[in-house]
């Protein structure tokens, strides 16, 4: 079956500008959970949705937000973007959630690389 | 912060084991020991988990320390291919899909 897709895999933006990631996860996922991975703070969790619901919230500034759809495709959207913004994000699905629906090991997508200049 | 400690960089020659350490001394007793790694500039990729017992994929192996505060995930024949970044997190299984990645292990195999 399809992994995990995120679309686009690279993005360049102008400081002040937003922009929107998407995920879609692996099919019957309903858990979706997103990353910055940038070289100085390593990978950091950003927050994970489980049926259209945020469930966990790491430690980012309000401009970093997201959603979830019923067919549990994700956005991931960041305003009024900063240089330090540039990194890669991340997103993962699992089946966390669905107890007895199998091994609950997050797969990840590979990966939209942002660049802010 | 990071629940584990583990090694900077490990070097280990193609064809050996490669056996990268973990520590986890706060780790609680509903928490599982989990092993991802990263080749450069991919989504990390899940390896193996587990609770307790040791454990064995077609991928790898985890032994567990009797009072859980360490791990060894073992390459059983490291080829080329499994240079990366290997990360060990403690994590609740079922309730959450957060995961704490600390700097993780750089294994660099060589022929």
């Known amino acids: 079956k399809a992994g995990v897709t995120q679309t686009p895999r690279y993005l360049i933006k102008t400081r002040g500008q937003q922009v929107t990631l998407s995920c879609s996860p692996i099919s019957g996922h309903r858990s979706v959970s997103w990353y910055q991975q940038t070289p100085g703070q390593g990978l950091q969790f950003l927050f994970e949705?489980?049926?259209?619901?945020?469930?966990n919230k790491g430690n980012f500034p309000g401009r970093f937000s997201g959603r979830q759809f019923s067919n549990s495709r994700s956005e991931m959207n960041v305003s009024t973007l900063e240089l330090g913004d540039s990194a890669l994000y991340l997103c993962?699905?699992?089946?966390?959630?669905?107890?007895?629906?199998?091994?609950?090991?997050?797969?990840f997508g590979q990966g939209t690389r942002l660049t802010v200049v | 912060d990071a629940k584990t400690t583990q090694p900077t960089s490990m070097d280990c020659a193609e064809g050996r084991a490669a056996n990268l350490p973990c520590n986890h001394s706060?780790?609680?007793?509903?928490?599982?020991v989990y092993w991802y790694r990263q080749i450069h500039s991919q989504g990390p990729q899940y390896i193996i988990h587990g609770l307790k017992n040791n454990e064995t994929n077609e991928m790898a192996s985890l032994i567990i320390t009797e009072d859980r505060k360490s791990s060894t995930l073992i390459l059983p024949h490291a080829t080329l291919r499994d240079t990366a970044v290997y990360y060990c997190?403690?994590?609740?299984?079922?309730?959450?899909?957060?995961?704490?990645f600390g700097t993780g292990t750089r294994l660099q195999v060589f022929p």
């Open positions: 993962a699905s699992s089946l966390v959630g669905d107890r007895g629906k199998g091994d609950t090991e997050a797969f």
């Open positions: 997190i403690v994590r609740l299984r079922y309730n959450t899909d957060k995961l704490i």
């Open positions: 706060t780790i609680s007793g509903n928490e599982y």
């Open positions: 949705y489980f049926s259209e619901t945020q469930r």
